[in-house]
């Protein structure tokens, strides 16, 4: 597929970036669209990556998307740098959020995986189907590239699209999730 100039290229126009008072929660002041940031992006593999605004219906809400990834019934990849080479400009970003879906159209359709990569090491792998919507934050205080591929869990059927409706940059760091709370331990001698 062919190089785009930029996530922004991408992004600029709107794509993967919600206009914050559309859908989901207001932007805060320290968080930046993806389309602020002059970056290059490269797509790659036999899927197909577009940008168009489309209203689209996941878990019977209504989200409005930027992009869509389509793997076909392979992937497509998504590369961005996020950061410049030059040490003197180091942007201030801590967190990347991504919130995307499927839509509730194709029940019977295969699954997606989508894997998200932090300089080339996997970071983030969530396999979705029709009518899930997925949010992940990822610390990228120390990154300078993410990429992010759309995997169809069949070689012999046709993946649906994964819709893109978040993506922001973020100076706060990445809230700690917190563990699982463990079940009471029964005392000795306890029915249980």
């Given at each position: 597929?062919?190089?785009?100039?930029?996530?922004?290229?991408?992004?600029?126009?709107?794509?993967?970036?919600?206009?914050?008072?559309?859908?989901?929660?207001?932007a805060r002041a320290e968080e930046q669209?993806?389309?602020?940031i002059e970056t290059q992006s490269v797509t790659q593999g036999p899927?197909?990556?577009?940008?168009?605004?489309?209203?689209?219906?996941?878990?019977?809400?209504?989200?409005?998307?930027?992009?869509?990834m389509g793997p076909g019934s392979r992937s497509v990849n998504l590369t961005c740098k996020i950061r410049g080479d030059d040490p003197e400009e180091?942007?201030?970003f801590n967190s990347l959020r991504l919130e995307f879906?499927?839509?509730?159209?194709?029940?019977?359709?295969?699954?997606?995986t989508v894997v998200v990569y932090l300089?080339?090491?996997?970071?983030?792998?969530?396999?979705?189907?029709?009518?899930?919507?997925?949010?992940?934050a990822l610390d990228v205080s120390q990154s300078?590239?993410?990429?992010?591929?759309?995997v169809c869990s069949s070689r012999n059927a046709y993946c649906d699209r994964v819709y893109f409706f978040n993506a922001s940059l973020s100076s706060e760091p990445v809230p700690p999730t917190e563990p699982p709370t463990p079940s009471p331990t029964p005392s000795p001698g306890e029915n249980q």
């Open positions: 597929m062919p190089n785009s100039p930029l996530f922004s290229s991408l992004l600029v126009a709107g794509a993967l970036v919600a206009p914050w008072a559309t859908v989901g929660p207001v669209p993806l389309s602020q899927g197909r990556m577009r940008q168009e605004m489309a209203d689209i219906s996941v878990g019977r809400e209504v989200f409005r998307s930027y992009m869509f180091k942007e201030n879906g499927m839509q509730d159209s194709d029940k019977s359709g295969p699954y997606n300089d080339g090491e996997e970071r983030a792998s969530q396999t979705i189907g029709s009518g899930e919507k997925v949010s992940i300078q590239n993410v990429s992010v591929e759309t």
